[in-house]
């Protein structure tokens, strides 16, 4: 399921077909298939067609020179009470390819927040068209593997070609008896069809030889699920990051529903990839003809340049006369019903007209939204890099004087040291190094973090929360050792060497938050701190401030009270405040 508070593109899949014969009859024929399972009915000559109150179906084609088709639409809008619900289904034959494209938009009411998931239509279409990805196909099932296809599977993840997920997962050891693995790995198949290739290790020969083939970093365990992202790069161990997995455990686990953010960081992904150009650039009669204020289908266009009659009111009696004319009477009458007709069909394509316009604004402004919130962020990533940088370069220059002193004392050997464990990837990287953290109490639930890997800057939220955890361990260690400020005064000093931003720190919430949102932010704490074993904490690290997650780090210092640490009580989702949508 998506939720709808940032875009009206709920869902987006786009599918590749390697022949286009019998592209627009295959995509007719299901969608029909579709319509009539929903409506009972499935109207596909072109124009507008009502199916009940509530819902307008509207079917469009674009012809070559010669008159054969080019490209199809289907778009079904339907108005319901929180919302506005628009799929459209666009395919295209041309000389660079053969597509389809399935998109679902979703315009809320104020203050709805309805919830929209994958169209059952992309499943169908997937089964009739056998699409391809690159050098892969699109299933509705996971293809199985054997070790003497691992090399196929390689060509696969390592296809330049490839724009979609693989998701390749292995059976375990010893399946649970409760059948939960199985029915989960069903599940996430079953949804990510479409959006991914689907592969399944046949036994451990086949693992063991795909760990030999991708290497140690790269594989997937028995009993793991691993989603591959495009551009893999097996000779570089780094580059494993990137291609999140879920382990046997948790895949067994009845409480973890990590499987199911797989699910949706595959779907996310599909509707986050760009349309590919031929699709973009394809345009309808109707939509050339609203550029220019012209006619379709010898009808008056409803856009701009066009103008619905306006009709002098007909009579309802014929013109008195000593002898009226009951047979002209009639035909008065007759046409005036007529024209009355009329009216309404002009009054009704208008209203369309202008509820499409409606939606296709919507839809603009949540575009540009998007776009000065990427600028902003990639404007915010690149002074986080520069800071990176700069921190970068004066560790180096510290670590170069303290050697020359030790070499100068004869010390060498205490020069060298292993090398050190980089950033962490992923959050539960990061809870598994919190033992570390000396000056650092996490009381924090573990679930509500795991939930930011499922984002796709989950990698980057965790670096930068790890280092948000160590500025907050550094900042204990100092005042174990006297420093008398706070964090934020800790992160002005040059005792902390900038390794967090002060305006990435925020000590109190507003007023108005803390009065409607409050009990959000009170998390466990050592009954030592407060005998509830809970305590209100509005101190918080930014971890990012763009979007709806924008993940936080809430805390109390106690490093002057009984634990003398850091207690951290929250790391998370942005929590309530005014600006939550």
């Known amino acids: 399921m998506t939720d709808l508070s940032d875009h009206p593109l709920a869902h987006r899949t786009v599918l590749t077909v ?62 319901r009470e929180e919302a506005v619900w628009r799929t459209t289904i666009t395919a295209l034959a041309s000389e660079d390819m053969a597509a389809v494209s399935v998109g679902l938009e979703v315009f809320p009411d104020e203050g709805a927040r309805p919830r929209a998931g994958r169209p059952k239509l992309v499943r169908d279409l997937v089964a009739a068209l056998r699409p391809e990805d690159g050098s892969a196909r699109l299933t509705l099932d996971a293809q199985c593997v054997e070790a003497g296809g691992v090399e196929t599977l390689m060509d696969v993840l390592c296809d330049p070609e490839r724009r979609l997920p693989v998701v390749v997962a292995a059976d375990p050891v010893r399946p649970p008896v409760d059948g939960l693995w199985s029915e989960r790995l069903e599940r996430i198949v079953r949804q990510a069809a479409g959006a991914a290739s689907l592969y399944r290790l046949a036994d451990l020969e086949a693992v063991d030889a795909f760990r030999e083939a991708i290497g140690e970093d790269h594989g997937v365990a028995p009993g793991a699920v691993r989603t591959y992202l495009t551009d893999v790069d097996p000779a570089w161990g780094k580059d494993a990051s990137r291609h999140r997995f879920l382990t046997a455990a948790r895949m067994c686990d009845a409480e973890d529903r990590a499987w199911f953010g797989m699910v949706r960081a595959v779907q996310r992904l599909s509707t986050a990839a760009p349309l590919p150009r031929p699709l973009r650039r394809v345009l309808f009669p109707d939509e050339t003809a609203r550029r220019h204020g012209g006619r379709e289908h010898g009808r008056p266009g409803i856009g701009r340049g066009a103008a619905v009659p306006v009709l002098p009111p007909p009579p309802d009696t014929p013109p008195s006369s000593t002898n009226p004319d009951p047979d002209e009477a009639a035909r008065l009458r007759g046409e005036a019903e007529k024209l009355r007709a009329e009216l309404d069909r002009a009054r009704e394509e208008l209203r369309q007209a202008r509820l499409d316009a409606e939606l296709s604004a919507r839809s603009l402004a949540a575009l540009e939204e998007q776009r000065d919130r990427a600028v902003s962020q990639a404007e915010e990533d690149m002074e986080t890099a520069l800071r990176a940088m700069d921190g970068e370069e004066a560790a180096r220059a510290e670590v170069y004087v303290l050697r020359e002193r030790l070499c100068e004392e004869g010390r060498y050997e205490e020069t060298v040291v292993k090398e050190a464990a980089g950033a962490p990837d992923s959050f539960a990287s990061v809870w598994e190094r ?74 109190v919430e507003s007023e108005t938050t803390m009065n409607r949102w409050g009990e959000e932010r009170i998390f466990p704490v050592p009954t030592g701190v407060d005998a509830s074993g809970m305590a209100e904490m509005q101190s918080h690290l930014k971890i990012d401030s763009k979007g709806s997650t924008s993940p936080r780090v809430y805390f109390l210092d106690d490093t002057k009270g009984i634990t003398g640490r850091v207690i951290v009580g929250y790391i998370g989702a942005h929590l309530t405040n005014t600006r939550t949508n």
């Open 434 to 507: 919190l033992d570390s953290l000396d000056g650092v109490l996490v009381t924090a639930d573990a679930q509500r973090a795991l939930e930011l890997d499922d984002a796709q800057r989950g990698h980057i939220w965790a670096a930068k929360a790890w280092k948000g955890l160590r500025a907050l361990n550094s900042y204990a260690r100092a005042a174990k050792d006297g420093f008398k400020g706070g964090f934020y005064q800790y992160c002005s000093s040059p005792q902390s060497g900038g390794e967090w931003p002060r305006k990435q720190v925020a000590l």
């Open 18 to 79: 390697p022949d286009a014969e019998t592209l627009f009859e295959d995509v007719r024929r299901t969608s029909a298939r579709w319509l009539l399972g929903r409506y009972g009915a499935a109207p596909l000559e072109p124009g507008r067609h009502r199916l009940d109150r509530a819902t307008v179906l509207t079917n469009q084609t674009a012809c070559l020179p010669d008159g054969s088709e080019r490209a199809i639409r289907l778009q079904l809008r339907e108005e």
